[in-house]
């Protein structure tokens, strides 16, 4: 086991050992996940990265394109060169592979980034709207119960999901 799993075992531990000494322990938990996922702010995140992703796709097929011209034009032509002409050529041919290849790299860096930007409003819209869910209505803890947050091993039947609580705090269905 990692070190990671043993001390949110321990954690989880003393909050049972916890739960048992409070009697107004109140716990809940939510799927963040499902919960972003039903904003309507997240269309919009959804749709920018997509015009961005089709953006970088467009330029890296134009680079694509250019280079395979040059390529079939290199090899067409390439018993008439001589010595200097094809090194010239070969050489163009590997910059020019070599700006497609930074330009996919620096894309793909790009819309993570991106993502990243257009995510932090609606995220922190979602934990100020968890945060004020669970004051008002007394929750000690709530654990997020994604399938990518991966904190939580189990989660009784007698802890609250507070997903339709925040889902009618933000107005949505």
Known sequence: MTKKIIIGLFGIS?????????????????D???????????????????KLAQDYDSTLEELQVELNKK?????????????????????????????LQNFR????????????ELLKPVQEKAKKAI????????????FDISPNVGAIIYASPD????LPLVKKKLGLK
């Open 105 to 116: 790299m620096q894309a793909e860096k790009d819309l993570a980034n991106k993502q990243i």
């Open 71 to 99: 390529f079939e034009k290199y090899q067409k032509e390439y018993s008439t060169l001589t010595d200097l002409v094809r090194a010239t050529r070969e050489a163009e041919l590997n910059e020019l592979n070599e700006r």
């Open 159 to 162: 802890t609250e999901n507070i």
């Open 131 to 142: 945060e004020e869910v669970a004051k008002e209505n007394g929750f000690t803890y709530i």
């Open 32 to 50: 963040s996940q499902a919960l972003l996922m039903s904003m309507p702010e997240m269309d919009t995140v959804q749709q920018k990265l997509k």
């Open 14 to 30: 003393l909050l049972i050992i916890n739960v048992n000494a409070q009697k107004n322990l109140k716990i809940g938990h939510i």
